[in-house]
């Protein structure tokens, strides 16, 4: 399975950005999706995952409210629309994808990794 992220960049605060993680090499409508990101210095962590079929999202606290992650099945893709972005949303944003329905907030359970693509927010 392969994942490539994309639609990272650079942003003031306030803005928005919508990545996209398009999947490839494996059946997505059987995939969980993740994403997590890893700020400068500090370790990789949540940020939202959803469910094969979408009914099931879940979020970190800290984009509650403004983030949103949906999915295509037809484009075996998944999105994460960021609104209100801030300078500690600062980070290299992975996609992540894990066999099965459910949808999970650590990374020890997915399978497969997207390359990362670089959010940057100026304040």
């Known amino acids: 399975v392969q994942l490539q992220a994309s639609g990272g960049g650079l942003v003031q605060a306030g803005g928005s950005l919508r990545l996209s993680c398009a999947v490839s090499g494996g059946t997505f409508g059987t995939f969980a999706m993740g994403w997590f990101r890893q700020a400068p210095g500090k370790g990789r962590e949540f940020v939202a995952s959803i469910s094969r079929y979408g009914g099931d999202t879940f979020y970190a606290d800290s984009v509650k409210g403004r983030f949103t992650v949906s999915r295509d099945n037809a484009k075996n893709t998944v999105y994460l629309q960021m609104n209100s972005l801030q300078p500690e949303d600062t980070a290299v944003y992975y996609c992540?994808?894990?066999?099965?329905?459910?949808?999970?907030?650590?990374?020890?359970?997915?399978?497969?990794w997207g390359q990362g693509t670089q959010v940057t927010v100026s304040s």
């Open positions: 992540a994808a894990k066999s099965g329905r459910a949808a999970y907030t650590e990374e020890r359970f997915y399978d497969a």
